[in-house]
């Protein structure tokens, strides 16, 4: 097996005990991605040079004996994350040349640590999207399937774990976009609990459901990365001041008595026969533990999709208002005048899907239907949040399928939008929600193609998901396969 290959934990006992160093895990890294970038395309910016530098100061911090969780591990950062000196685009032409002067607060913590920087991973632009498509620096390709799309928005970091081009990496997830590739790249991925993770320094979509979380190997290794990323930042007001536990001590935990919440409105017509089957087994192995599950009802589910499809794009259309080629980013030549100046300039620096989502988010916010749209979706949204509450009162976690179906083929859903914002429809709710949420493997298609179940907590029980999704993948007996590249 080539060090690329292991997880944090592994290389965390090898680095301590000398038999292996941070250089060499690094190197090994850049060979995969010699070997396999070209078929995936996982990375938008490379950062060698520098990793080099930081995977040999690692070494010495080991040395010294003053190593933290991530020391000496490359990490890759989905590129809406804000890396001091280096170029941040978000997907988009908008920001292609756009090198931010200082670093989100989760990736200053990732330094801290001595973690290693590979690059910056793809994603779709402005993180609108569900596959990786509408990326302005090319298509994702799912490393199991690679006429497949990787899932989105953070396909990147998603197939760049899978792919082993790095040991972990962080993605955002404002809808699902941790939570959904991940599942159908077979990689762990959380979405935290809003305010878990400060969003200081993470290109803003939709301030209100965005979350950084981590994309791993392994459940353990996901715990790892939520002890270092997690806490209060003065600098987002939306962080929590709220004492971090050891996340890890949540792994291995036994699960007896626990009661698990089967949500009926996520069992409906639409799911693939295949994942239908794979989360019964599911269901099953976790009564097999000692797990007891419960039928409850999330009644105000159907309203999902509608309410996250007016309360995303009216914050993003809000939050994009500060593209407008002066203060920086993309600006368009040959303006006749300064009107002139930002019509060409949004109008070229923005794809379709961000165009759409600005229409939609702009209407639903102006004074004429503002009432309508944007107003009603806030009271749904306190009506879904209240579903959550008093499920959380029934049982300790509700699991569901994470997508409805498997990896689907690139193009297929480009030309049709709302079969695209169906990928979200058993994610959304977390994020409506503002609960934490996890998504772990759970088996393979006939075709090859990885599932995963979603299991959600209440706010702040990010070791609770940890517990279960850890003895889960420890007794579900589901192999730990590698994409054929
Ligand atoms: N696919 C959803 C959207 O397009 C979610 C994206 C996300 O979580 N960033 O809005």
Redesign the pocket.
């Known amino acids: 097996m080539e060090f690329n290959q292991l997880t944090i934990h592994e290389l965390q006992k090898k680095l301590k005990d000398g038999s292996l160093t941070s250089v060499e895990i690094t190197e090994s890294v850049y060979r995969r991605i010699a070997s396999v970038e070209e078929k995936v395309h996982s990375y938008i910016t490379m950062m060698e040079e520098t990793a080099i530098g930081q995977a040999r100061a690692a070494d010495r911090r080991i040395k010294e004996g003053n190593a933290g969780e991530l020391t000496g591990i490359p990490i890759a950062i989905k590129d809406i994350l804000c890396t001091e000196g280096v170029r941040t685009t978000c997907g988009s032409r908008t920001l292609e040349d756009f090198i931010p002067p200082y670093d989100a607060t989760v990736v200053r913590k990732l330094k801290d640590v001595g973690a290693v920087f590979v690059g910056k991973t793809n994603m779709d632009e402005f993180?609108?999207?569900?596959s990786t498509e509408t990326s302005r620096f090319g298509i994702t390709k799912n490393p199991w399937d690679l006429e497949r799309i990787p899932g989105?928005?953070s396909g990147g970091s998603a197939a760049a774990v899978a792919a082993d081009e790095c040991i972990a990496s962080l993605g955002?997830?404002?809808?699902?976009?941790i939570r959904q590739p991940a599942a159908l790249c077979g990689v762990v991925g959380m979405k935290p609990t809003y305010g878990r993770v400060s969003r200081f320094g993470m290109v803003a979509?939709a301030s209100s459901l965005d979350q950084i979380g981590p994309i791993t190997k392994d459940v353990e290794d996901c715990a790892i990365m939520m002890n270092v990323i997690s806490g209060h930042d003065t600098s987002d007001s939306t962080s929590v001041p709220k004492e971090v536990p050891d996340y890890r001590a949540y792994i291995s935990r036994d699960i007896e008595g626990c009661t698990i919440g089967i949500p009926k409105e996520y069992f409906v017509e639409g799911v693939d026969p295949e994942i239908r089957a794979s989360i019964d087994t599911t269901i099953k192995t976790l009564e097999g533990l000692g797990a007891r599950c419960l039928d409850i009802s999330l009644p105000h589910t159907e309203y999902c999709i509608a309410t996250y499809y007016i309360i995303?794009p009216s914050e993003a259309s809000s939050n994009l208002a500060r593209y407008d080629g002066v203060r920086y980013g993309f600006r368009a030549p040959n303006e006749e005048n300064l009107l002139d100046m930002y019509r060409k300039t949004r109008s070229s620096g923005f794809g379709a899907e961000v165009k759409r989502r600005i229409m939609i988010g702009t209407y639903s916010l102006s004074s004429g239907y503002y009432d309508a749209y944007y107003k009603k979706a806030s009271q749904v949204r306190a009506l879904i949040r209240d579903d959550f509450d008093s499920a959380f009162t029934k049982c300790d976690v509700i699991l569901t399928p994470a997508t409805p179906t498997p990896a689907f083929k690139i193009g297929e859903k480009m030309d049709d939008p709302l079969q695209m914002y169906l990928?979200?429809i058993f994610t959304l709710s977390a994020n409506l929600a503002g609960v934490p949420g996890i998504s772990v493997p759970c088996g393979y298609t006939k075709g090859g193609l990885p599932m995963g179940v979603q299991f959600m907590a209440n706010h702040f029980e990010e070791g609770k998901l940890l517990q279960i999704a850890s003895a889960y993948e420890k007794n579900s007996k589901i192999e730990r396969r590698m994409p054929e590249l």
Do not use: R, V
Request: glycine share 24%.
């Open positions: 993180a609108m999207g569900s989105g928005s955002t997830d404002t809808g699902g976009s979509f995303a990928c979200d």
